[in-house]
């Protein structure tokens, strides 16, 4: 019987949806990985619209108009849920990032070392870029 991954002889079939899913590492899947990064590309890209669709559409476009518009709650939660989003991206591509090229191959017997301190740092930077934005937005006036 031939094995139902193309690369192996196989003519596709159920095998493919198997080759998305085991890539995967730190218990990690990898077809979740997947349509959250696209998930969360889909939200930043609609928060980006809804601040050009602002900046487009407000005529004079000035400290108290971005106060009006930052302040109001759903753009607190639309803020929120992009900063999220965004924490989400930057996680899953640095986390990639660091396991395709941080390898034994390169870093030799110490590379799980270096991984864990490149992770730690990633870890770190995400939840201060989390943090201060989150800090502003729901910082009372």
Same mark, same amino acid.
Do not use: K
């Given at each position: 019987?031939?094995? &139902?991954? &193309?690369?192996?002889?196989g003519g596709g079939g159920t095998g493919d949806l198997a080759l998305v899913t085991n890539?995967a590492s730190f218990g990690r899947s990898g077809l979740a990985d997947f349509v959250l990064?696209?998930?969360?590309?889909?939200?930043?890209?609609?928060?980006?619209?809804?601040?050009?669709?602002?900046?487009?559409?407000?005529? &004079?476009?000035?400290?108290? +108009?971005?106060?009006?518009?930052?302040?109001? /709650? &759903?753009?607190?939660?639309?803020?929120?849920? +992009?900063?999220?989003? /965004?924490? +989400?991206? +930057?996680?899953?591509?640095?986390?990639?990032?660091?396991?395709?090229?941080?390898?034994?191959?390169?870093?030799?017997?110490?590379?799980?070392?270096?991984?864990?301190?490149?992770?730690?740092?990633?870890?770190?930077?995400i939840s201060v870029y989390v943090l201060w934005p989150l800090s502003v937005v729901w910082?009372?006036?």
């Amino acid at each position: 019987m031939a094995h &139902p991954c &193309p690369r192996r002889g196989g003519g596709g079939g159920t095998g493919d949806l198997a080759l998305v899913t085991n890539v995967a590492s730190f218990g990690r899947s990898g077809l979740a990985d997947f349509v959250l990064q696209r998930v969360s590309a889909v939200v930043v890209g609609l928060y980006a619209l809804c601040l050009l669709g602002f900046f487009v559409t407000a005529a &004079p476009v000035d400290h108290a +108009a971005l106060a009006d518009f930052f302040e109001s /709650l &759903p753009m607190r939660v639309f803020t929120t849920l +992009a900063v999220v989003s /965004l924490a +989400a991206h +930057a996680w899953i591509g640095m986390w990639t990032i660091g396991t395709d090229y941080i390898r034994r191959h390169y870093f030799g017997a110490g590379h799980t070392v270096y991984l864990a301190i490149y992770l730690i740092v990633c870890i770190g930077l995400i939840s201060v870029y989390v943090l201060w934005p989150l800090s502003v937005v729901w910082t009372v006036p």
